[in-house]
């Protein structure tokens, strides 16, 4: 037998070459599954009500996509826990057995990073939604993962809360937690990492262990909770979070501001968050996405470049005066509207329309699938990454749009095509990665918030490097029989 080298990114130490040769032996070996059989169903049966373990068709089906382009994987059987301790015994089984689990939230994903691609056993959370304790002296809360956010922080307004990450999805905490889920709030307020202070985690093993403390701060050993955060599932089921929360800013005002050119645009972006402004939402549109915006809204924004603009504060004097900085800067990029001071009506139905893009696209191009692009650049590139994708895609002869979190350097575009269209499809795909690519060159990342899924594994290696074994290492280590999320961010 001819084994392989060992890696030279391990230094010159005999321990270090031996684990780089276990690494790169164990990647070639296939892990073998297996299936659920009755006797692994009786003893579900066994742990929790049978009336939360179900086989039917109709919701193997429910729970075999998401929402992106991916295929169709049917787990073998469906379960909705009720706590950690059962979660923990079908771990030990899965373990035991070599079953692949999946975690679950609402399916609302655009990377197919809950499709049970190995089939096996989804554990749906969306019954583990209780909202556990709300310490509002210390602005925070302890929910259970399947808790969905927009409910979540319809609860909090009461108290004059809320959690700021907001993917527009209803997403549930616990995948917003399994992608590091962000939105159009991220620019002021930061992704769903920047709120995590502690977690309840049950392992492969299944041992139920807390991450993190209550403090908001802490310098005590390896940040934990920052590891599971953005895992996909792939480490271990969360099943409880304590979130830090803010205060509802007292006002708000917002802008919309179109221009004759995307460069235009992009280039105001760069501007307002170079001038020391602090926007709580920038968002861009380019004129195809606002054109199916207004279709499907039924509102009636120029067909134009266009950024959304959001500032929060405590007084109106301020966010004024706010805004007529931005006013000052977009007139340097001449802008053909610029609407500010907009009422809290056309405010959030403005918001629903941005918030509305996906299915303003779907309903727009029916037949057609979107690939979903989620790069991020620095801000100094953002006119770059949006010039260029918009270029690819229409030298491949597609449709496309562009869209994005632009305060942050969060570009989406979505490439239509047909799936089963093998030379059309292959265009899309040439042009998602050759965009991809492009971000990876300009120092961005293959995805800014919806995560690696299936669809962006390819990426991993350019992104990363020789961190990327290290990456494996965790993995392996944290879960040996890799039956977490199988197929998710490593090939």
Known sequence: MEYPSPSPHWGDGEDAGFWAFDIQLTEKNLVEYTGVTKKELDFIRSIVDPERVSTGESVLDLHSKDESFHPRRKPDVVVWPLSAVEISQILKLADAKRIPVTPWGAGTSLEGNPIPVKAGIVLDLQQ????????????????EAGVIYKELNQHLSRFGLFFPPDPGASATIGGMVGNNASGVRTI????????VLSMVVVLPSGEIIRVGTNAVKSSSGYDLCRLFVGSEGTLGVVTEVTLRLIGLPAEFMAAVVQFRSIREATDTVFQIMRSGLSPAALEFLDAPTVQVVNQFKKLSLEERPTLFIEFHGTSAAGLKEDLEMVKEICGENRPLRFDSGIGREERNRLWEARYG?????????????????DTAVPISKYSDMVEWGQKIVKEKGLQGYAFGHAGNGNLHMEIMGIPEEEVQWQKVQEAAEEIVHFALGCGGTATGEHGIGIGKRKFMKEEHGESLLLMKQIKKLVDPNGIMNPGKIFD
């Open 357 to 373: 893009v996906h299915e303003s696209i779907k309903a727009s191009n029916p037949g057609l699938s979107p690939l979903v692009i």
């Open 128 to 143: 583990m939604n209780h909202i556990l304790e709300l310490r509002a002296e210390d602005l925070q809360v302890r929910i």
């Open 188 to 195: 002021k307020y930061g992704a769903t990492k920047d709120f």
